[in-house]
């Protein structure tokens, strides 16, 4: 349902992935319990970077990795750590599962495709994001772009998923069409994610993470808590 936060509040951003929950197969997105939805990446320390997305059901699943300009001999695979998240019992009645892999030894500067989910659930389409050079090992080849170099980041607040306010559609599309040339770094969500996440049995969520994902799978996202953001874990 919520994008995880990271970077310099890595606290936090356990808390906030956490939320993440209200979360596609290569030809059928979404088409099944165990289908993986909502991908977003994240920060973890100073040279890694984390995938996270969710399931309605429990399964075991994966991300496959590989440099873009690559070929599938250098794709590497990993399992992905998951935990339920549920609110059974409450107002929201709500499960899902969150999947987390991290990815280690990435080059700086470097262009990456993956994609997550398994045979048995289906896989995402293939998705594409830089190795920020603030990030990532440091090699012969890309050491021109290390520490240094501008962090560039692209902020947006307060979110809302209202008819009025046009839906969470307008704002996503004019994100993804600003971060596809690569040049941010992070996008920051500044609280208030999305008036609220948790609204009607998770579906405000669902929406919300459905329509940033072009955004979130490409560029890590992090988030700040809101004042709307006091639900559940907060």
Same mark, same amino acid.
């Given at each position: 349902?919520?994008?995880?936060?990271?970077?310099?509040?890595?606290?936090?951003?356990?808390?906030?992935?956490?939320?993440?929950?209200?979360?596609?197969?290569?030809?059928? =997105?979404?088409?099944? =319990?165990?289908?993986?939805?909502?991908?977003?990446?994240?920060?973890?320390?100073?040279?890694?970077?984390?995938?996270?997305?969710?399931?309605?059901?429990?399964?075991?699943?994966?991300?496959?990795?590989? =440099?873009?300009?690559?070929?599938?001999?250098?794709?590497?695979?990993?399992?992905?750590?998951?935990?339920?998240?549920?609110?059974?019992?409450?107002?929201?009645?709500?499960?899902?599962?969150?999947?987390?892999?991290?990815?280690?030894?990435?080059?700086?500067?470097?262009?990456?495709?993956?994609?997550?989910?398994?045979?048995?659930?289906?896989?995402?389409?293939?998705?594409?994001?830089?190795?920020?050079?603030?990030?990532?090992?440091?090699?012969?080849?890309?050491?021109?772009?290390?520490?240094?170099?501008?962090?560039?980041?692209?902020?947006?607040?307060?979110?809302?998923?209202?008819?009025?306010?046009?839906?969470?559609?307008?704002?996503?599309?004019?994100?993804?069409?600003?971060?596809?040339?690569?040049? &941010?770094?992070?996008?920051?969500?500044?609280?208030?994610?999305? &008036?609220?996440?948790?609204?009607?049995?998770?579906?405000?969520?669902?929406?919300?993470?459905?329509?940033?994902?072009?955004?979130?799978?490409?560029? =890590? &996202?992090?988030?700040?808590?809101?004042?709307?953001?006091?639900?559940?874990?907060?």
């Amino acid at each position: 349902m919520v994008p995880a936060v990271a970077g310099v509040a890595v606290g936090l951003a356990a808390q906030l992935v956490a939320l993440a929950v209200m979360s596609t197969a290569a030809t059928a =997105p979404h088409a099944g =319990p165990t289908a993986p939805r909502h991908l977003q990446l994240s920060y973890s320390g100073e040279v890694d970077i984390v995938v996270t997305f969710n399931t309605a059901a429990a399964t075991l699943a994966s991300v496959e990795w590989w =440099p873009a300009n690559g070929s599938n001999a250098t794709r590497q695979t990993a399992a992905a750590a998951a935990t339920l998240f549920n609110l059974t019992g409450t107002t929201d009645d709500y499960i899902a599962w969150i999947h987390r892999v991290t990815l280690h030894g990435l080059a700086s500067g470097a262009e990456y495709s993956y994609r997550v989910g398994s045979e048995a659930g289906g896989w995402s389409p293939t998705r594409t994001f830089r190795c920020s050079v603030h990030c990532g090992v440091v090699t012969n080849s890309n050491a021109t772009t290390a520490p240094g170099s501008p962090l560039m980041f692209l902020a947006v607040a307060d979110l809302s998923g209202d008819a009025i306010d046009g839906g969470f559609g307008g704002v996503a599309r004019a994100l993804a069409s600003e971060v596809v040339g690569g040049q &941010y770094d992070i996008v920051l969500h500044a609280g208030d994610i999305a &008036y609220d996440l948790h609204t009607d049995k998770g579906a405000v969520g669902d929406a919300f993470m459905a329509d940033v994902e072009p955004v979130a799978s490409r560029v =890590p &996202y992090l988030v700040a808590p809101g004042n709307h953001e006091a639900f559940g874990v907060f």
